[in-house]
């Protein structure tokens, strides 16, 4: 049996003795939470060894891709807070995203924008890793698509919000990837993970 | 990277406790807890505020833990007290099913090996370290 197995297995007990540090952490998925909406559910990691699930993920309009209901289900399930958000910069193309005044800021030298890429939920601290298909620009009528960038974020503000969203990328097929911000700026990416309860990459 | 994909965001997990007497195995003294949202820059902060040093990251914006030390967690106090991934006492995950759990030398001790140093992002989310 693979370590990976055991430890999950520890897992699985530790539940009963769980080890709570801040409200945040208090906050978590429940049955209840489950029964309502069952996309939530949690993985059984003792059940399978090997993955034998669809060969692909869902992608956007694929067949598999979830309904705008489920979508919306789930964030119910997390408490609405589930973000669809443009790219930073369509502020400065045509759209409903269009907006001169945040363009002409994205644009500006001032050190602050930098910090505008950092609180937003979809960018990292560059563009090449997610395909530069929004850069700040003057001209409106150029191209911006939400290129590498993820369609739904998950703007998660307690461990409930966190296992649902992981237990909804497992159960819908649906690449998951975590935003993060380490030292060495090529590692900048925000990195696919496999999601699957039974083996830990 | 993140085409087609539901992301998670942890930027405002930003929860902070400064423990003056918090003890794991062999270690018994100071220790910090922190949400994985916290920025090296606030991590700054705190030290200032509670006159303490806590191993971190160089830059300000670096996440001030997860991934920072998953790769390790290389900082200016590194040759002195070792990488950011040597300072940690327990970490609390959500693992791929779903689940929260305990990582430490004692529980799901494997788990917490590969936390520290087997690269960000491939084990699991991390809440609190």
Known sequence: MPSSILWLTFGLLIQLIEAVNFPFEQVQLTAEDVAINQDVGFGNASLETEYRGPPCKAFPGGPDWPTEEEWSAVNDTIDGVLLKPAPLASACYTGQSYDASRCRYLLSPMSGVRRAYLDDPLSVLTQWPQGTTCLPSLDPGGRCTQGGFPVYVANVTTVKHIQAAVNFARNKNVRLVIKFVPLVLFLSISAPIVVRANKQV | ?129
């Open chain 2, 1 to 129: 990277m993140g085409a087609g994909s539901l992301s998670i965001w942890t930027h405002h997990l930003k929860s902070f406790e400064y423990l003056t007497n918090y003890t794991m195995g062999n270690y018994t003294g100071m220790a910090v807890r922190f949400g994985s949202g916290l920025e090296t820059q606030e991590l700054f902060n705190y030290m200032a505020l509670h006159n303490i040093t806590v191993v971190a990251a160089g830059p300000g914006t670096v996440g001030a833990n997860g991934g920072w030390f998953g790769y390790g967690g290389h900082g200016n106090l590194a040759s002195y007290y070792g990488l950011g991934s040597d300072q940690a006492l327990s970490l609390e995950v959500v693992t791929a099913d779903g689940r929260l759990v305990t990582t430490d030398p004692f529980t799901n001790p494997d788990l917490f090996y590969a936390l520290r140093g087997g690269g960000a992002g491939k084990q699991k989310e991390v809440p609190t370290a």
